[in-house]
Every structure is written in C-alpha cells, then in structure tokens.
C-alpha cells in the first residue's frame, strides 16, 4: 500500500491570492490525481499528473488556474490560483500504481475555505 | 464518458442490513470501487471489483455484474460507526475514476 501526505490539511485563504497544496508519497507510483470535492458533492476529477509528461487537464479545469507540478515519482503540487470563494472546496491528491496495487490511494485532502 | 448512479440516501437500525446499488455507464472499465468516507475525511477503501462475481471482506461486501452495469455493497451487522457517505466509483481503461454522487447511509440505535 501506498502512504500520502498532503498538506496543509486545511487553509482559510484572500480571494485573489493563490495556494500551493503538496502530495508526498512514500513510494514511488507512476500515476498522481488531483481531485475535487466541493461541499456537499461527490468527487470530480482535476487533472492527472504522471512524471515526465505534462499533467492532462479534465474539461473544466484549465492549467492556468491549476498549475500542476510532478518533478518526480513521490512528489506532486497543485496550485490554486486566484482564489475566489467557489474554489472552496476539499482538494485530494490519489495515487494509482498498475501492476501492483489494484486501488487507488488518497491523501488526507485539504479543506480550502476562501473569503 | 461514466454516468453512475447511486441512492442519495439510506437508514437502517444498528445490527441491520443494508444493501447500496450502484449502476453505471461506462465508455471502458477497468475495474469498480467502493470507498468509505466520513464527513471531513478522505475517502477510505473498502472493495474492488473487475470481475463478475461477490467479493467478501468481513462485515462488507461487494458484488459487480458487469453486462449489467451494476454493483452493489452490502453491509452487515451495522454499527454506529458505519455511518457515512458510500461512494462507488468506476475505474477507466485509463486508470481515472468517476465517482458516483454517494449515498449517505445513517444508523440508527
């Protein structure tokens, strides 16, 4: 199994102003994910972060606003940026490693309130 | 593209049953989860499926039908702490996940 930090565990953030979330793995995995969940809905996928590749963004979700870094194959960051209070939201990085785990791992999320 | 779908809510009595559908439509599947995930937290595994067929793992278990699009979790011996949101989520050719919107299950003592 896979183990992940991420931090901060929770933020209260000025609109406008940008937050860097980071993804620490104890492993090394081919595969990161970024994931939202806003209040009160399920979880919707931001964008996939493999190593050595540019991250691939989900329609919706645009590299500006969330810039992605994987330098590499334990470490990922996603980038807020421009906060308003609709980003309000649990941010969660997951890690998927094919052939030798069959599930998926997240991290503890981070709770991001903006005002 | 996924579309899942899921109950938005469930109660039952501790010591109970409950049984949680799960059906989908799937452009590629590669597998189908179901996590665990109290208010505030993370989400936490709890089954897999790829192939047809009950998957038991203590007091949870899970069954996927694949030519049907549908899985199912069921849990038994219901306790308090199982309450929670259950959410199922389908696993793409490429290793992205669609998550079901959650069903929200509350036991009641």
């Known amino acids: 199994s896979a183990v992940i930090s991420q931090k901060p565990s929770r933020d209260i953030c000025q609109r406008g102003t940008s937050l860097t979330i980071q993804c620490q793995v104890d492993?090394?995995?081919?595969?990161m994910f970024w994931y939202r969940q806003q209040p009160g809905q399920s979880l919707t996928l931001i964008a996939t972060?493999?190593?050595?590749?540019?991250?691939?963004?989900e329609s919706g979700f645009v590299i500006d606003k969330f810039p992605i870094s994987r330098p590499n194959l334990t470490f990922s960051t996603l980038t807020v940026s421009n906060m308003s209070p609709e980003d309000s939201s649990i941010y969660l990085c997951?890690?998927?490693?094919?052939?030798?785990?069959?599930?998926?791992?997240f991290g503890q999320g981070t709770r991001l309130t903006v005002v | 593209g996924q579309n899942i779908d899921q109950p938005t809510e469930m109660t039952a009595t501790e010591g109970a049953i409950v049984q949680i559908n799960c059906t989908y439509q799937?452009?590629?599947?590669?597998?189908l989860f179901w996590y665990q995930q109290h208010a505030g937290e993370a989400p936490t595994f709890l089954s897999y499926?790829?192939?047809?067929g009950l998957e038991e793992k203590g007091r949870f278990s899970s069954f996927l039908s694949r030519s049907k699009g549908y899985s199912y979790l069921l849990l038994k011996e219901l306790q308090m702490k199982d309450s929670a949101s259950y959410l199922c989520?389908?696993?793409?050719?490429?290793?992205?996940?669609?998550f079901g919107a959650g069903t929200t299950v509350t036991v009641r003592a």
């Open positions: 997951s890690v998927e490693d094919p052939g030798v785990n069959t599930e998926a791992f």
């Open positions: 799937t452009s590629g599947f590669n597998g």
């Open positions: 499926n790829v192939l047809d």
């Open positions: 492993s090394q995995v081919t595969m």
């Open positions: 972060a493999n190593q050595g590749s540019e991250a691939t963004y």
């Open positions: 989520a389908v696993r793409a050719n490429d290793y992205k996940l669609s």
